[in-house]
T-cell receptor
């Protein structure tokens, strides 16, 4: 299966711990997007990355959240000192081209973060 | 800021019924995507429409892009329980990031 992979699928953290969410894009895709989704809500954009570059992080909180997409390996969304309000589903999507007339994205299955 | 309004927010119907869901904006989009998301899974791309007035069919699903490229509709004929899910529209154009609507949650009862 060459689809977008995310792990872990479920992550439980206590308040104050760190959460690390991983995303491997589809083969051949070099553009990665991270989204957050709360129940009964749509997708909230967080950050857009290309290999070794953060292109747009306007949707990501300035504190405690960071993202990277290294030359080798998966993209990682890191949340430090988690709080209960961070509990949500986090989705990664990848695309083969950058912004163009077509914005098709392919999503992973998501990581469900629960902060206790 | 580009916004996409989806309606209705919730829809509960019986198997075999037809339905239409809408995606509206005051902004023009260069393209528009429809996704279906099942509980516990990520959204799955169904279709992309690019040209104003374009109609695309995917089995029992018919997608239409408005002439002015500001709105779109999804019509499902003879709905089946397997159609249950959250239907999201997303529009592109004007920035790096597609704009997502909040979705229509569809339940089809057997």
């Amino acid at each position: 299966n060459a689809g977008v992979m995310q792990n872990p699928r479920h992550l439980v953290r206590r308040r104050g711990q760190e959460a690390r969410l991983r995303c491997s894009p589809m083969k051949g895709h070099s553009h990665v997007y991270w989204y957050r989704q709360l129940p009964e809500e749509g997708l909230k954009f967080m950050v857009y990355l290309q290999k070794e570059n953060i292109i747009d992080e306007s949707g990501m909180p300035k504190e405690r959240f960071s993202a990277e997409f290294p030359k080798e390996g998966p993209s990682i969304l890191r949340i430090q000192q988690v709080v209960r309000g961070d509990s949500a589903a986090y989705f990664c999507a990848s695309s083969s081209v950058g912004p163009s007339v077509i914005y098709e994205q392919y999503f992973g299955p998501g990581t469900r973060l629960t902060v206790t | 800021t580009q916004l996409l309004e989806q309606s209705p927010q919730f829809l509960s119907i019986q198997e075999g019924e037809n339905l239409t869901v809408y995606c509206n904006s005051s902004s023009v989009f260069s393209s528009l995507q429809w996704y279906r998301q099942e509980p516990g899974e990520g959204p799955v791309l169904l279709v992309t429409v690019v040209t104003g007035g374009e109609v695309k069919k995917l089995k029992r699903l018919t997608f239409q892009f408005g002439d002015a490229r500001k709105d779109s509709s999804l019509h499902i004929t003879a709905a089946q329980p397997g159609d249950t899910g959250l239907y999201l529209c997303a529009g592109g154009g004007g920035s790096y990031i597609p704009t997502f609507g909040r979705g229509t949650s569809l339940i089809v009862h057997p």
